[in-house]
T-cell receptor
Framework: QKEVEQNSGPLSVPEGAIASLNCTYS??????FFWYRQYSGKSPELIMS????GDKEDGRFTAQLNKASQYVSLLIRDSQPSDSATYLC???????????FGKGTKLSVKP | DTEVTQTPKHLVMGMTNKKSLKCEQH?????MYWYKQKAKKPPELMFV???????INESVPSRFSPECPNSSLLNLHLHALQPEDSALYLC??????????????FGEGSRLTVL
């Protein structure tokens, strides 16, 4: 059973701080990794995708991938209260199109 | 704004009703998906369509019946549902199954309540 593991939180950070979200996955041959943000009662919104080892930056978001350790993370710099949401890590099932989701980490940014 | 449109946004139905959820995308994607999401849980895959053909059925009960009339449309027909089927039903699309970037784009979801 292919699995994606996340710390469910809640993770609480003060406004302006860096939020660090972590994810591990079990399928060693996975190639595609994604972070989705989901506000309460809303659908998941894609915020980052990463395919190669290393860092990928987009505005205040940085995704980090380490395939050897089967680890992917998301850093949110200068966290804002509007970043408060559940962040879902997702891994593309090998040879298929569907994504396998972790249980999500709930982030709370306190003003 | 999402480019995957789902209707209706909310649906309340009895256990003997027949209803349908609809999804439409205009991104030229050839893969479409139905996911089910219960409160405080991650999305769970139900069905995958690739080039309008069903490619994955995750052992979903037959009271859920998917249909892909063309590459832009995806329906989920509902019949004789149970209260435990109440959930947020999410439609998503991607460029291809197994190809492209792998990015899935979700619609806003249809929140279903079964009485």
């Amino acid at each position: 059973q292919k699995e994606v593991e996340q710390n469910s939180g809640p993770l609480s950070v003060p406004e302006g701080a860096i939020a660090s979200l972590n994810c591990t996955y079990s399928d060693r041959v996975s190639q595609s990794f994604f972070w989705y943000r989901q506000y309460s009662g809303k659908s998941p919104e894609l915020i980052m995708s990463i395919y190669s080892n290393g860092d990928k930056e987009d505005g205040r978001f940085t995704a980090q991938l380490n395939k050897a350790s089967q680890y992917v993370s998301l850093l949110i710099r200068d966290s804002q209260p509007s970043d408060s949401a559940t962040y879902l890590c997702a891994v593309r099932a090998t040879g298929q199109g569907n994504l396998i989701f972790g249980k999500g980490t709930k982030l709370s940014v306190k003003p | 704004d999402t480019e995957v449109t789902q209707t209706p946004k909310h649906l309340v139905m009895g256990m003997t009703n027949k209803k349908s959820l609809k999804c439409e995308q205009h991104m030229g994607h050839r893969a479409m998906y139905w996911y089910k999401q219960k409160a405080k849980k991650p999305p769970e895959l139900m069905f995958v369509y690739s080039y309008e053909k069903l490619s994955i059925n995750e052992s979903v009960p037959s009271r859920f019946s998917p249909e892909c009339p063309n590459s832009s449309l995806l329906n989920l027909h509902l019949h004789a549902l149970q209260p435990e089927d109440s959930a947020l039903y999410l439609c998503a699309s991607s460029q291809e199954v197994g190809g492209g970037t792998g990015e899935l784009f979700f619609g806003e979801g249809s929140r279903l309540t079964v009485l």
